[in-house]
Structures are given as C-alpha cells and as structure tokens.
C-alpha cells in the first residue's frame, strides 16, 4: 500500500479506535504522509515511508493480494506507542497485511512499526 493510502487507512482505523480523542493528517510539515494522533490525552506524530514490492514502479499501482491477515498482539494505551498502534492496525484483520513488525518489541529505542503486505509492498510507521 502507497504511504497517502496507508496514511489515510491509519486515519480510518484511529477515528474508530477507543481512547483516541483526535486525528489529524499533517501535511505542509517536514514529514510528508504524517498524522498526529490524539491518544488517552497524549499527542503522537507519526510519518509513513513506503517500499514498492520488488519490480514495481511508482507511476503504477502494484495489484492488491490478500492472504491471511497478519498475527497481531493488542498492547494499552499505556504500552509503548509503537506496541499499541500495532494491535490497532492487527485488530483490523487486513487481508492485505502479512505482518506487523513493532520495533521497540525488537530493542529498538526509537518507536515505529514496519507493516509488510502480501503483494510485496512495506510501509514504515515512524514516530516523529
């Protein structure tokens, strides 16, 4: 999925989530396909970055494929912002999504997600 639709799906999901107060999309900052989330009263920016499925070329759609969703661990609000954005996204149950990779889950420092589609696509999920 291209960064504009991921964000915009992300924007979906968030708008329909318990706990979040407010959604919003950023354009004109430093981020491009940013979002900030409102969450149990605590601000989170995050930025999607997109990898095209291996052949694929940006003035062309690369085709939907649908498999199983992907496994997913729902996490509080309270959780690493990283952990509980993924179990909204898995709570989806996307038949596009192959695979949510938190990174904080991973030793990572700095929070954001890499969500990896069954046509080859990845989206990264930052948090700026």
């Known amino acids: ?12 999901l968030l708008k329909n989530t318990p ?27 995050w930025q999607v970055i997109g990898q ?3 052949g694929a070329k ?3 759609p690369t085709p939907p494929v649908h498999g199983q969703p992907a496994a997913w661990t729902s996490a509080p609000v309270t959780a690493a912002p990283d952990a509980w954005l993924g ?3 898995g709570s989806a149950e996307a038949p596009d999504t192959k695979q949510i990779d938190v990174w904080t889950a991973r030793g990572k420092s ?3 997600l890499t969500v ?8 990264f999920v930052r948090h700026v």
Do not use: S, W
């Open 110 to 112: 700095d929070p954001g």
């Open 52 to 54: 095209l499925a291996e």
């Open 1 to 12: 999925m291209r960064p504009a639709d991921f964000r915009d799906h992300l924007v979906d």
């Open 116 to 123: 990896f589609f069954h046509n080859g696509e990845r989206a």
């Open 19 to 45: 706990d979040v107060q407010r959604v919003e999309i950023l354009d004109g900052g430093p981020y491009p396909y940013a979002l900030a989330a409102t969450v149990a009263g605590k601000e989170h920016r």
């Open 87 to 89: 179990g909204v996204i």
């Open 58 to 60: 940006h003035d062309t």
